[in-house]
C-alpha cells in the first residue's frame, strides 16, 4: 500500500491516528481540501458550530470531559482570529487541543491576500505551541507532534497553520511513532529527595491541609484516585480551587468546599490558619491568595506542579517538586506508608475540631424565599434533581458560576467544565455542545447566567442540528450579576451599563432554535419544572427567573486576606470593607 | 501541481532570482520594537540571516539595527516598505544599493588541544590577525573581526584543530564616506 497522498489526506490520517472522533470545525476558502478530504471518509464526525469560538469552546468541553485532546478545524483568517478567545481559555486552564487552522497558499502569505492574518504570530501568545507548515514533507510529523505536546506535560492548546498549496500537495504520510523531542521533555517523576522532604514535614504537621487544583483532573483519573487515597490515609482536611472540583468527593467529610474569593468559610480561613499547605496541581492564583503579604503566613508549603514556572511565581514555597500528579502521590503514598513515625493524631483532631467550628458557621446560608426564586436555592433543586444521575455541568462566567461551584457537589473528576482562568463568558453553551458529543446519553446542562449565554447563543443552532439535548438551565437576574455586584460595593450603587433591556424571551428563543423552552418564576414550581427539562429529549433553555438582587457570598474583598471575608448575613458594611488598594484590583 | 482549478487564489508568480541584502534600521530604543520588527519577519514569511541591535544614541534613544535578509526584488522592496512603516522606525536604509559600504561580524572561538594542534591553532590565528583573549594550558578563545566569509573560513580552519564552540555578534554596517545614514 502507498503511503503517498494530499496534505489534505494526511491531515484525516493524522487525526484517526491520534484516536480523533470528532472535530469542531467551520469551513472555508484555506481549509476546502481538508474539508473535501473529510467528505470521503468515515472515521472522522465533523461538527458544524456556528462560530469558530464555539468550536474552540466545543473542543474544550470535549477535552475536560473525556481526558482526550479536542480537535479544531477552522479556515484563514476570520477563522483563526475568531478561535483566539478559546484557544487562550485553553491555555489558561491547560486545555489540551489541536486547532487546525487553513492558511493562503505559502507564495501568498505576507502579502495581504484575501482572509489572510500572521496566525503563528496572533496566536503565539496563546498557545502552548504553534506551527506553520511550509513543506508537505514534515506535515506528518508536525500533526502527531501537536497533539503530543497538547496532551503531554502541563496540557495546552496547539495551533497548527497549514497552507493551501502544502493541503494540495502530495507526499508520504507516516505514522506516529514514540520519539524524544529535542527540546520538549516534560518532567513526570518528582524528586524523590524532595517527596521525601515533604513526607517528613507531613509527619509532623499539626495543622496540615490539602489545596488541590486542576491539575489533578488534567493528569488523569488515576491522579484523583491516588488522591483520595492519600488523604484518606492521612486523614488531613482538604479544598479544591475552582478548577479542581470533582478531584476529591464532596460528600466526603475532610472536604471542606472551594476556597478563594468565593470559597467556604471553613476552606478560607483553614488556608490562612495551616501550619503546612500541600499544594498539588494548583498555582496560587490571585483568586485563591487574596492578599500576598498576608496569605497563609505560618504555614510550610509544598507545591507539587508539573510546570516549573508555576513555582514560586505568587508565592515562595518550602518544598517545591516539579513532577505530574499522580507520578508524586503514587511516592507520597508509598512512602507515607514505609514511615515508621506515627502521625500526631491528637493535634490533628484538635484541628479538624477548629474546622469544625469554622463549618458551622455555614457561610453558604442565604434567606431563602417563598415568593422568588433564590439563584442559591435553584442550584440546590437543580443539584437534587440531578445528582444521582449521569450528569455533566459546564457553566459560563459570572454569579451563577461560583454558585454552581458552591451548591452543586462533584463527586467524580471531569463532570465539570468552566472557564476558570481567563473567565470566558459565552464558555459554557458550546462546552455543552462538546460534552454532550463526547457523551451522547448523558445529561449534560449548561449553568448559565442571561448576559454570558447570549454571547454565544448561537451554538443553539449547532445542537438542534446534531440532536444534542443539552440543558441551558439560564439563571436570569437581568444583570451582569458579578458586574453589578462589584458596582454595589465599589462604585456606590452606580449600575453602568451591568443590566440589560430588552432581553429575549427565550422561551421563544428555544423554540426559534427548535428546542423547548421552558420558564419558571415561582420557588415552588421549580421541581417540577426542573423535573420536565430532565425529561425532555430535545435541546432546552430553562429560563429560571431569579431575584436579581441576590450576591454571592462568602467573598473576600480584593486586598483583603482570607481570615478577613465577608459572610452574607454581614454584608451590611460591605463597602467600607474594601480598601482604597483593593479598589484597584480586579 | 496544477490547483487553479481548485483554488481562488492567484497561482504562484514566475521565480525570479533570489538577493542579499543589508538593511540599516534606525528605531527609537522602546519595550517590544524589537519584537515587532522580527514579528514583521516571521509573520509575513521573510527570511532573516543575521540580525544585531543596541542603542546607538543614548540621548535620543534610539537603536541602530542592522539585517541581513534574503528575497527576490520584490520582497526585498516590501520588507523595506513594511519596515519603514512601523511607527517606531525612523529611517530604513538599504546599504546593499545605497552604496560603498562595510560590513564587519564579530565572533569569540573557543579551541581545545594540545601539542603540534596548538601551536597551528596559534600560527593561524596570527595570520587571521585574531587575537587571544584568554587561555589555559589547554585552550584558546580567539578574538575575531572581518566580513562573514573571513570569519566562515577561520572557524572552518579550527575545525580540525579542536574547535569547541562559537560566539558571534552578527552583522553589523556602515556607509564609507563623510555622510550618516
Known amino acids: ?586 | 501541481m496544477n490547483t487553479t482549478a481548485t483554488t481562488h487564489y492567484p497561482a504562484a508568480p514566475a521565480s525570479q532570482q533570489v538577493e542579499t541584502h543589508t538593511l540599516s534600521v534606525l528605531v527609537d530604543n522602546e519595550p517590544g520594537v524589537l519584537a515587532r520588527v522580527i514579528g514583521l519577519f516571521s509573520g509575513r514569511g521573510y527570511n532573516i540571516d543575521s540580525l544585531t541591535v543596541s542603542e546607538t544614541e543614548h540621548e535620543k534613544h534610539l537603536s541602530r539595527i542592522t539585517i541581513v535578509t534574503r528575497g527576490t526584488p520584490m520582497v526585498i522592496e516590501q520588507i523595506k516598505n513594511q519596515l519603514d512603516r512601523l511607527v517606531p522606525v525612523h529611517r530604513v536604509v538599504d546599504m546593499t544599493v545605497a552604496g560603498p559600504h562595510i560590513e564587519r561580524e564579530l565572533a569569540m572561538v573557543k579551541v581545545r588541544g594540545k601539542g603540534e594542534h596548538r601551536m597551528e591553532a596559534l600560527r593561524l590565528a596570527d595570520a587571521f590577525r585574531a587575537r587571544v583573549i584568554d587561555a589555559s594550558t589547554e585552550s584558546f578563545v580567539f578574538e575575531i573581526t572581518g566580513a562573514s566569509d573571513k570569519i566562515e573560513t577561520f572557524v572552518a580552519l579550527m575545525l580540525p584543530l579542536g574547535l569547541v564552540e562559537v560566539s558571534r555578534t552578527g552583522v553589523v554596517a556602515i556607509g564609507r564616506g563623510p555622510d550618516g545614514m
Open chain 1, 1 to 586: 500500500m502507498s503511503n503517498e497522498m494530499t496534505g489534505a489526506e494526511m491531515v484525516i490520517e493524522a487525526l484517526a491516528d491520534q484516536g480523533v472522533e470528532h472535530v469542531f470545525g467551520y469551513p472555508g476558502g484555506a481549509v476546502l481540501p481538508i474539508y473535501d478530504a473529510l467528505f470521503h471518509q468515515q472515521k472522522i464526525t465533523h461538527i458544524l458550530v456556528r462560530h469558530e469560538q464555539g468550536a474552540v469552546h466545543a473542543a474544550e468541553g470535549y477535552a475536560r470531559s473525556t481526558g482526550k485532546p479536542g480537535c479544531v478545524l477552522v479556515t484563514s483568517g476570520p477563522g483563526a482570529t475568531n478561535a483566539v478567545t478559546g484557544l487562550t481559555d485553553a491555555l489558561m486552564d491547560s486545555i489540551p487541543l489541536v486547532c487546525l487552522t487553513g492558511q493562503v497558499p505559502t507564495h501568498l502569505i505576507g502579502n495581504d491576500a484575501f482572509q489572510e492574518c500572521d496566525t503563528v504570530g496572533i496566536t503565539r501568545p496563546c498557545t502552548k505551541y504553534n506551527y506553520l507548515v511550509k513543506s508537505v514533507a514534515e506535515l506528518p510529523r508536525v500533526l502527531h507532534e501537536a497533539f503530543h505536546i497538547a496532551r503531554s506535560g502541563r496540557p495546552g492548546p496547539v495551533v497548527v497553520d497549514i497552507p493551501k498549496d502544502i493541503q494540495f500537495a502530495k507526499g508520504a504520510y507516516s505514522r506516529p511513532r514514540e520519539f524524544q523531542h529535542k527540546g520538549y521533555r516534560p518532567k513526570l517523576k518528582g524528586d524523590l529527595d524532595r517527596i521525601k522532604a515533604a513526607i517528613e514535614l507531613m509527619r509532623y504537621a499539626k495543622r496540615p491541609l490539602f489545596y488541590t487544583g486542576g491539575g489533578v483532573i488534567n493528569s488523569g483519573r488515576p491522579a484523583s484516585q491516588l488522591l483520595r487515597e492519600f488523604v484518606k490515609l492521612t486523614g488531613f482536611p482538604i479544598t479544591s480551587t475552582l478548577m479542581g472540583l470533582g478531584a476529591y468527593a464532596a460528600s466526603d467529610a475532610q472536604w471542606l468546599g472551594m476556597l478563594g474569593m468565593h470559597g467556604t468559610y471553613e476552606a478560607n480561613l483553614a488556608m490562612h490558619d495551616c501550619d503546612l499547605m500541600i499544594c498539588i496541581g494548583a498555582r496560587f492564583d490571585d483568586r485563591i491568595t487574596g492578599r500576598l503579604d498576608a496569605f497563609s503566613p505560618e504555614s510550610k508549603k509544598i507545591h507539587v506542579d508539573v510546570d516549573p514556572s508555576s513555582v514560586n511565581k505568587n508565592v515562595k514555597v518550602d518544598i517545591p517538586i516539579i513532577g505530574d500528579c499522580a507520578h508524586v502521590l503514587e511516592d507520597m503514598i508509598r512512602l507515607w506508608r514505609s514511615g515508621s513515625v506515627q502521625h500526631d493524631r491528637k493535634a490533628l483532631d484538635a484541628w479538624r475540631q477548629q474546622i469544625e467550628k469554622w463549618r458551622a458557621r455555614k457561610s453558604l446560608a442565604y434567606k431563602n424565599s417563598n415568593q422568588i426564586i433564590k439563584p442559591q436555592y435553584a442550584i440546590e433543586r437543580l443539584y437534587a434533581a440531578t445528582k444521582d444521575r449521569d450528569t455533566y455541568i459546564t457553566t459560563e462566567v459570572g454569579q451563577h458560576q461560583m454558585w454552581a461551584a458552591q451548591f452543586y457537589r462533584f463527586e467524580e473528576p471531569n463532570r465539570w467544565m468552566t472557564s476558570g482562568g481567563l473567565g470566558t463568558m459565552g464558555y459554557g453553551l458550546p462546552a455543552a455542545v462538546g460534552v454532550q458529543v463526547a457523551h451522547p446519553n448523558s445529561l449534560v446542562i449548561d449553568i448559565a447566567g442571561e448576559a454570558s449565554v447570549l454571547m454565544t447563543m448561537q451554538e443553539m443552532s449547532t445542537a438542534a442540528q446534531y440532536d444534542l439535548p443539552i440543558k441551558i438551565f439560564v439563571i436570569n437576574n437581568q444583570y451582569m450579576g458579578m458586574v453589578r455586584q462589584w458596582q454595589e460595593l465599589l462604585h456606590g450603587g452606580r449600575y453602568a451599563h451591568s443590566y440589560t433591556e430588552a432581553l429575549p424571551d427565550f422561551v421563544k428563543l428555544a423554540e426559534a432554535y427548535h428546542a423547548v423552552g421552558i420558564r419558571c418564576e415561582r420557588p415552588g414550581d421549580l421541581d417540577g419544572a426542573i423535573a420536565e427539562m430532565i425529561k425532555v429529549q430535545k435541546p432546552v433553555i430553562f429560563d429560571c427567573v431569579v431575584d436579581p438582587a441576590e450576591n454571592c457570598f462568602p467573598m473576600i474583598p480584593s486586598g483583603r486576606a482570607h481570615n478577613e471575608m465577608l459572610l452574607g448575613d454581614a454584608a451590611v458594611s460591605v463597602e467600607e470593607a474594601i480598601t482604597e488598594e483593593g479598589k484597584v484590583m480586579v
